[in-house]
Structures are given as C-alpha cells and as structure tokens.
C-alpha cells in the first residue's frame, strides 16, 4: 500500500515562475516530511525538511507547507531556475525508515 | 556527510543469472539500507544491513532472492540472484551517517535490466 503519493509524475515551469510540487500520504504517524531531489545518474539528494509540527518551512527559494488536516504537502520554488530541472522526491519518515513517493520530474525552461 | 560509490552503474542480465551490486562508502556507518525503484513505483526498502549481523529484510522480500553481506563498517553488497525481467529496476544503497534523517546520502544506482 503506497503510503505516499505524489500523483503528478511530470512538471513544466518557465524560468522565474513559481514551481509547486504535491505529494499526499495517508498515515498520521509520520514524524518528519522530507523532499529530495534526483539528478540523472545521481542518488537522491537531501533538499529540506519539515516536523509534523510545523506547517511551513523555508530555505532560500524553497518551501515546504504541511497541511495534516488534509494530509497534505507542498514544495514551492520561487523563483524556478534551469538548474532546479531534476526529479523530486517527497518522504516520510518514522522511526528508522522512509516512505518515498514515485517523484515528480521538474522541467524548468528557459 | 557520507560519500558512497556504488557499482556497477548499470548492466543488462540474461535472466536466471545473479548481479552483485557493491556499495563502498568513505567513512564507517553503522547502518546501511537497500532500496529498489521498479518503474514508475516508488523507492522501497529492500533491507536493513548492520556490520556483524543478518540484514533484516522488509515484508516482501527475502535472503534468497536478495542475500546482503555486510563484512565491515564501509561496505557492503547485495546480490540479486536468478533474476526474472521483473527484477528490472534501478537499486540503491543508502547509510545513515549519525545525523537523523538529515544524514541519510544515498549512492548513484544502479540501473538493473534483465533480457
């Protein structure tokens, strides 16, 4: 059973806009959520993270936003450079472990 | 934070062979984790595999089918053995460097295709 969704498998943004990337789980329980972000050919990289008792946390051009009412996260990139063109992975994680979504492939265009 | 290199980066198996997949990190970790990507699915963890003793595999999968060796604290292999074409997929190893999830570093993959 997948625990987190990232129902959008592919994203276009033009250069300076706004990208917002989605991802849903369904257990309650997780302690942090975290995105990470996947060049080709590249392991999976650390980007930012968020408690579950927050709602908003942001690192220069990015933010995360928690709704746990909905169950719900958002990665926000403003403004959207070429370089941010990857594939994003949002995790939950508890315990020891990390539940991964099936990632998002951002395409910033120039 | 951990440097890991994983190889091979990618290889095409006949089916019915077994690939050895290493992972060699530049520091010493206590945990090591593999992970598979089956298309379009998500990273699942495979197994958890500590310095001296049995990796603990998650439900769905087992020594047979994936057997890990863990002989020190800065490597280790999983071997994906009599592969079918479903075992295509891309596997990563990951460790966890002391540092909570924030110190998680994953190596690059391994591209997996089985013919």
């Known amino acids: 059973d997948q625990q987190v969704k990232q129902n959008s498998p592919s994203l276009s943004v033009q250069e300076g806009r706004i990208s917002i990337l989605n991802c849903d789980y369904t257990?309650?329980?997780?302690?942090?959520f975290l995105w990470y972000k996947k060049y080709p050919a590249e392991g999976p990289t650390f980007l930012i993270s968020?408690?579950?008792?927050?709602d908003k946390n942001e690192d220069g051009r990015f933010t995360v936003f928690l709704n746990k009412s909905a169950k719900h996260l958002s990665l926000h990139i403003v403004p959207s450079q070429p370089g941010d063109s990857a594939v994003y992975f949002c995790?939950?994680?508890?315990?020891?472990?990390?539940?991964f979504g099936t990632g998002t492939s951002l395409t910033v265009i120039p | 934070s951990a440097v890991i290199s994983q190889k091979p980066s990618r290889d095409i198996c006949q089916r019915g062979t077994s690939l050895t997949i290493q992972c060699q990190v530049d520091?010493?970790?206590?945990?090591m984790f593999w992970y598979r990507q089956q298309p379009g699915q998500s990273l699942t963890l495979i197994a958890t595999?500590?310095?001296?003793?049995?990796?603990?595999?998650e439900s769905g999968f087992v020594i047979d089918k994936f057997p890990i060796s863990r002989p020190n604290l800065t490597f280790s292999t999983l071997t994906v053995s009599n592969m079918s074409p479903e075992d295509s997929s891309i596997y990563l190893c990951?460790?966890?460097?002391?540092?909570?999830?924030?110190?998680?570093?994953f190596g690059s993959g391994t591209r997996l295709t089985v013919v």
């Open positions: 990951s460790v966890e460097d002391g540092q909570g999830f924030y110190g998680y570093t």
């Open positions: 257990n309650s329980m997780f302690d942090y």
């Open positions: 968020i408690s579950s008792i927050k």
């Open positions: 995790a939950a994680f508890t315990g020891n472990q990390f539940y």
């Open positions: 520091s010493q970790v206590t945990m």
């Open positions: 595999a500590n310095q001296g003793s049995e990796a603990t595999y």
